[in-house]
């Protein structure tokens, strides 16, 4: 089995995490930081947002399972790409929505489906799509949060139709 890696950030990756891990061929989510200029992040000096990263997720999949397409339709129906810098609550560029790829395939496939997606909202889609070129872990404090804390998801939704319109079924009961 040749598993492949897919990176997005979609708002706060407590929530992105906590979607993703529910989607059937997923066999790993790490929230961490990626998509900016500092080595070796941490929280807090990514929230100033002069380290220029976002808060993403880090996905390692079989993609005999699920597709990266099939990913990144969960990545558009999970939050709204059309808010810069923020989603809902959280405001601040390390809250952007972007996509980073990790090949030219999966560049192309991102912004194809980024044009795609435009069609089903009102405003100009603002997720970045760019090169993949570092991942750093967040803290282990933020990993699972919210199987760790017992908190519901308050930002991302798990798009159940969405899966069930890929032929995919939500995971652990979802």
């Known amino acids: ?6 990176t997005f ?3 706060c990756f407590w929530g992105v995490e906590w979607v993703f891990r529910q989607v059937p061929g997923v066999l790993d989510v790490v929230s961490g930081y990626s998509g900016g200029s500092a080595e070796n992040p941490t929280y807090r000096e990514v929230c100033t947002g002069r380290t220029g990263h976002a808060e993403v997720v880090q996905i390692t999949f079989d993609p005999e ?10 990545f558009w129906a999970m939050h709204n790409p059309t808010q810069a810098n923020r989603q809902g609550p959280d405001v601040g560029t390390q809250y952007r929505s972007i996509i980073l ?4 395939e ?6 194809g489906s980024r044009a795609r997606a ?16 570092a991942f750093y872990p ?5 990993q699972q949060y919210y199987d760790k804390t017992g908190h519901e998801p ?12 890929l032929g995919l079924v939500p995971a652990r009961g979802a």
């Not at 399972?65 to 969960?74: D, G, H, K, M, R």
């Not at 790829?101 to 030219?104: C, V």
């Not at 999966?106 to 912004?111: I, L, N, T």
């Open 1 to 6: 089995m040749a598993l492949e890696t897919a």
């Open 9 to 11: 950030g979609a708002g």
């Open 65 to 74: 399972q699920v597709t990266y397409e099939q990913l990144l339709e969960v």
């Open 101 to 104: 790829a990790h090949s030219e």
């Open 106 to 111: 999966q560049g192309a496939a991102a912004e």
């Open 118 to 133: 435009q069609s089903r909202f009102d405003r100009p889609i603002a997720t970045e799509v760019k090169p993949f070129v």
């Open 138 to 142: 967040a803290e282990d404090y933020h």
């Open 154 to 165: 308050y930002c991302h939704v798990l798009p159940v139709g969405v899966l069930r319109d």
